[in-house]
C-alpha cells in the first residue's frame, strides 16, 4: 500500500474542495485531493448552472466541475478519485486511509457535502434532470412559465415553493400529513400565497412521462385513491444528509449531523482539521458559497500551518 506524508489533504471534491485545492495549490502547499469515486458533488447530477458567476450563457454541472478540477491541478494539486474510508484524527500528524493507501496530513480540509434525500421511486431516479430536481434555486427558473410541484411540509419545501411562484403559472405543494411542519410565518406565506395550492394527505407514486416530465400520479393516504396531478417540474424538497458518517465520534456535529465549525471561521472542534461546503452548511447549499467557504478553508489552513511553522 503507498504511504505519504501530506501538509495540507482535503476529502471530497465540488466547488468547495476543489477552490480549497486552487488556493492552497498557489500557495505552494501541495495539496492531495482524495475527489472520491464519485466526484464533483451535487453538480454532477445538475444539468444546466445559469446562477454561477462568470458564466452568463450558462453552463453544465458536470462542465463546470471538469474546469475546477482542471484548474485545481495547473496549480499542482494531486487528485487521486479514491473514497477516505478511514480517519484518525486523535493525533497529529492526520490519518487517513483509502482502499489502496494510507496517508499522513498536518492539515485536513473535509468537503464531502451533502445528498439530497429521494423519494426512493424508480421512476423519480429516471427523471432526475428531466424535470426532477432537489434544488429550486437551480433549476426553477428553467421552467419558466410551467406548472410544477414541491414535495415535503417544512420550512425548506416553502421555501422552495415561494420561490417558484416567481416562474410557475401555479405550484403544488405535495404533503403527506394533513398539516404543515413549517414554522408559522412560512405556513402563513405558502398558505396566503394564490399561486400555490396543496395537495394534502397526498405521496408521489409515480413520476409520469416519456422523455421528460409531465405529471405525477398521487396517492391519497387516507383511501388509497390515486390521481394525476399535470406538470413539468417536480422539486423534491425532505432534507438533506450531510456525508459525515466517516467523521462520526471523531467531530462535533449539530443534531441533523452537520459539522459544526466556529463562527466565522471553517476551523472545526479539531485543531488542524478544516469544513467547508454543504457538509457544513444547511442553511445556503449553492454552489457559490460552497466554493467561498473552500476560499476560507484554504486561507484558515493556511494560516495555522504558518503558525504551526509548516507552512
Known sequence: ?????????????????????????????????????TFGGQLMIT??????????????????????????????TQILFQDATSVDFSSRPFKVSTADADYTADSVVIA??????????????????????????????????????VVGGGDTAMEEALFLTRFATKVTLIHRRGELRASKIMQERA?????IDFAWHSVVDEVLGEEFVTGVRLRDLR????????????????????????FKDQLEMDDADYLKVRPGST???IEGVFACGDVADPIYRQAVTA?????????????????????
Not at 434525500?117 to 419558466?144: H, M, P, Q, Y
Not at 398558505?191 to 399561486?195: A, M, P, S, T, W
Not at 466554493?291 to 507552512?311: F, H, K, N, V
Request: charged share 20%.
Open 47 to 76: 444539468t444546466d448552472v445559469e446562477n454561477y458567476p462568470g458564466y452568463p450563457e450558462g453552463v453544465t454541472g458536470p462542465l463546470m466541475m471538469e474546469e475546477f478540477q482542471k484548474q485545481a491541478e495547473r496549480f499542482g
Open 291 to 311: 466554493a467561498g467557504t473552500g476560499c476560507m478553508a484554504a486561507i484558515d489552513a493556511e494560516r495555522w500551518l504558518a503558525e504551526q511553522g509548516i507552512g
Open 223 to 246: 383511501d388509497d385513491s390515486t390521481r394525476n396531478l399535470d406538470l413539468e417540474a417536480l422539486f423534491i424538497a425532505i432534507g438533506h444528509q450531510p456525508n459525515t458518517v466517516l
Open 191 to 195: 398558505l396566503g400565497n394564490e399561486k
Open 1 to 37: 500500500m503507498e504511504s505519504a506524508h501530506r501538509r495540507v489533504l482535503i476529502i471530497g471534491s465540488g466547488p468547495a474542495g476543489y477552490t480549497t485545492a486552487i488556493y492552497t495549490a498557489r500557495a505552494g502547499l501541495e495539496p492531495l485531493m482524495l475527489a472520491g469515486l
Open 112 to 149: 464531502t457535502g451533502a445528498s439530497a434525500r429521494w423519494l426512493g421511486i424508480d421512476s423519480e431516479e429516471n427523471f432526475v434532470n428531466k424535470g426532477v430536481s432537489a434544488c429550486a434555486t437551480c433549476d426553477g427558473a428553467l421552467f419558466r412559465n410551467k406548472p410544477m410541484a
Open 267 to 269: 476551523a472545526t472542534s
